[in-house]
């Protein structure tokens, strides 16, 4: 039981390193620097912050580095309950970190261009879309690894089974976020994107906390 607890508890520190670095340089640093459909404020918003920005991008590897390590940490301990299940999380994982990558290679020549005072608007404007683009596909996988874990925990009972529940959510939001503007034209207007986009984020951060403070329960299969 110890043993499992613990396995849980490195697994949440490494979901906090995930939902940390995430934070600052999904939300943080791009609420301050970067303005849609603005590429000269942009250029200028770095310019003015280039810390702030080299953080943001060194921050996108360390969170792709914490995210690759997070399956592994969470199959020492829920694999038992779906070998098939923790690889495919694994598969979904792995395949995301090349488009993570990518996007922030973008980001990487974007501080390289204002840097050297050639980032036009037409260049700045490029690169953001590139950016954006590669990190739209990255969040295909982003969805989709929630699902096996999902099912694993709550198969397993390792933590709540409320919050496997809220995974799934966060996997259709996921989903839906990607696909929905292509197969409907009104789905921005729709309120129910925000709301499983929600649930999947309390889905996220629950079980990262949960690990964290409590770590993995003993078995309590269904």
Known sequence: MTTVRTQGRIAGVTYLGVVLTGIFTLAYAPGRLIFSGDPAATSAAISANPGLFDAANYASLAMSAFFLALPFALSRFLSPYGANASRVMIVFVA???????????????????VRAGGASAEAVAAKLSAHNRWMDYASIFWGLWLAPLGWLILKSGAIPRVLGLLLFA???????????????????????PGWISKAGSIGEIGTCLWLLVMGARGSSPI
């Open 95 to 113: 395949a995301s970190i090349p488009l993570t990558l990518a996007a922030a290679a973008q980001n990487f020549e974007l501080a390289h261009l």
């Open 170 to 192: 966060g996997c259709a939001g996921y989903l839906a976020n990607f696909f929905g503007p292509a197969l409907y034209q009104g789905y921005e207007d729709l309120s129910f």
